[in-house]
């Protein structure tokens, strides 16, 4: 695995089991929003991909 990867990880398993400040001391106020998405997901309230992101028709770039 990445470091990114390890990194992520870490924090997704650090949200399962910290309060919100303890993670926001070890992992810094900007990954909060991973904190409430593991907690959202664990309560059972992980967001609709096409409410979270929108839907919208995407066009494949072709590379020409």
Do not use: C, I
Not at 33 to 54: F, K, L, R, S, T
């Amino acid at each position: 695995m990445s470091k990114t990867g390890q990194w992520v990880f870490e924090m997704q398993e650090d949200a399962q089991d910290h309060t919100l400040a303890e993670f926001v001391e070890k992992h810094g106020a900007s990954q909060a929003a991973v904190w409430h998405e593991v907690q959202d997901e664990m309560n059972g309230d992980a967001p609709d991909p096409e409410a979270y992101w929108g839907s919208r028709e995407m066009e494949m770039d072709d590379g020409a």
